[in-house]
């Protein structure tokens, strides 16, 4: 039986695959820092992406995109912060926020799921 973490990566695994075939660029995997952390990072068009990924079973704890709550939300926005400053990336490079969740068999991504929160 995996636990919480090991499912949690082979699902981000399996979304920066789904993502590639999306014409997504994967640039990193689980990137951590002591503000938070971001599942994946990547390019898409002249975007840098910061997505986060959710996985459910079922809907017994919920549609998997509400667990991206404004908590979290406030966590990658400093944690997406701190990558932009410690990589050197222009304030004038766009940004956005995905979000992809595997449910029952199938992937949704959504783009700008969420905007910057200071």
């Known amino acids: 039986m995996k636990n919480s973490r ?8 399996k979304a920066a695959q789904y993502l590639q075939t999306l014409g997504y660029e994967v640039i990193e995997k689980n990137y951590r820092c002591k503000q938070g952390e971001i599942d994946l990072i990547a390019k898409d ?42 990589h050197g990336i222009s304030q004038q490079q766009p940004c956005r926020f995905d979000a992809a969740a595997f449910m029952q068999g199938k992937w949704t991504v959504i783009q700008n799921a969420f905007d910057y929160l200071a």
């Open 6 to 13: 090991e499912t949690g990566a082979e699902y981000e695994e």
């Open 45 to 86: 068009g002249t975007y840098l992406v910061f997505v986060e990924v959710k996985y459910r079973r079922d809907t017994r704890l919920g549609e998997p995109l509400e667990a991206v709550d404004t908590r979290k939300q406030h966590k990658i926005s400093a944690a997406a912060a701190y990558y932009c400053f410690s």
